[in-house]
């Protein structure tokens, strides 16, 4: 199997097929993929004086018109799927693992203060439904699923579901069947 790039794997999230070049630039109509797109090229040249500055300022001007605030600070696994266009907020400071699914509304986010001081570790295959808030210096397993509205300070065990504010954990070894597909 050949060799793909981080885009790619993003992209093959959405379609469950391995897209060419020009095929990506046609599905950035779409404006989830396209700001997909273009935070994965800032994050590649982010340490690159000019190519940096560059692809930061078209970040930052498509930060403003989809409504997602994620930097290329952020660490985040290939695999990347936005679920929905929306409001959406992560801290640079956050690290998200491979096959992970956000939806609109979604907040990971730091706490200033308290044994949790710190920012969240979200690992692989992770859903994240919308209007989720994920803060703190906490750790979410390996195929969690986080219901929608659903407020997480804690640490979530592997294979778990966290439903309600505040949540609470049903574990299940299916947590993100048939919500994580076409997985890199």
């Not at 046609?26 to 040249?45: M, S, T, V």
């Not at 930061?56 to 696994?77: A, D, N, S």
């Not at 640079?92 to 491979?98: E, H, R, S, T, V």
């Not at 949790?116 to 750790?139: H, K, M, Y």
């Amino acid at each position: 199997m050949p060799e793909h790039t981080v885009i790619q794997k993003d992209f093959y999230r959405e379609s469950g097929r391995w897209l060419s070049s020009f095929e990506i630039l046609k599905k950035c109509i779409n404006p989830n993929l396209h700001f997909i797109f273009i935070l994965r090229k800032a994050q590649q040249y982010n340490r690159k004086p000019v190519l940096g500055i560059f692809w930061k300022f078209i970040l930052r001007h498509y930060q403003i018109k989809y409504g997602y605030q994620i930097y290329p600070e952020t660490e985040i696994g290939e695999g990347f799927y936005l679920g929905h266009w929306g409001s959406l907020v992560i801290n640079p400071n956050a690290k998200i693992g491979k096959n992970c699914n956000i939806a609109q509304g979604v907040t990971i986010g730091q706490q200033n203060r308290g044994k949790l001081q710190g920012f969240p570790t979200i690992s692989d295959e992770v859903w994240i439904g919308s209007n989720a808030v994920i803060v703190g210096g906490i750790t979410i397993g390996n195929n969690v699923l986080i219901a929608p509205n659903s407020y997480v300070n804690f640490d979530v065990p592997a294979n778990s579901v966290v439903m309600g504010n505040p949540g609470t954990i049903y574990p299940t070894e299916r947590a993100t069947e048939a919500y994580i597909n076409n997985t890199i």
